[in-house]
């Protein structure tokens, strides 16, 4: 069973870059237009949580699907109010493998913050596939290979937390 894909977007970066719009172009993703439009208990992407994505949303993503919030990271403090009814994660740490931020860690694009959260879900197929249109995104893998098994085999979202900081030590957190 594949998980639906929405983007919300915010039309804050370069069409031409944007991810989030290219995954809605290639039928991956639904793009929603308002919030208010997102479905009833779905997952949502935000770097505010204190929660991260885990196996444990694996029903909820499947019968309600998995929102990127695309915007720029130079407009993070904008970031929209969530309705309370929505399931809000967090992305453990990860390095970016897209043009515009390689390498830094958490700066990851749309497509890549979809595909890491699919991947540690466990739908690893589905996340190849919505990388697979970026001549960089099989590169996004590589680069975070060991990390994101670990975090695919963890069953909670406190498990991928603890995992997350074996590879970032507390104090360099961001």
């Known amino acids: ?9 915010e039309d804050q ?18 793009e929603i237009g308002s919030l ?12 505010y949580s204190k929660k991260s994505i ?11 699907g998995l929102l990127v919030m695309d915007m720029s990271w130079n407009n993070i403090e904008t970031f929209p109010r969530l309705r309370n009814d929505l399931r809000q994660r967090s992305l453990p740490y990860m390095l ?20 890491a ?12 596939q919505a990388l697979s249109k970026f001549s960089w995104g099989e590169q996004f893998i590589k680069l975070n290979q060991e990390p994101l ?14 995992i997350q900081f074996e590879y970032v030590p507390p104090e360099r957190e961001e």
């Open 1 to 9: 069973m594949a998980v639906r894909l929405y983007v919300y977007d």
């Open 13 to 30: 970066c370069d069409p031409k870059k944007c991810t989030g719009k290219k995954l809605v172009r290639f039928h991956l993703a639904q």
């Open 36 to 47: 208010k439009r997102t479905p009833y208990g779905a997952v949502v992407l935000t770097p």
């Open 54 to 64: 885990s196996r444990e949303d694996r029903e909820a993503a499947e019968k309600h």
């Open 96 to 115: 970016a493998a897209n043009p515009v931020n390689w390498g830094k860690p958490l700066k990851l694009s749309s497509v890549e913050a979809l595909a």
């Open 117 to 128: 959260s699919l991947y540690i879900m466990g739908y690893k197929e589905q996340a190849l």
């Open 149 to 162: 098994d670990r975090y695919s085999e963890a069953e909670t979202s406190a498990e991928v937390v603890r």
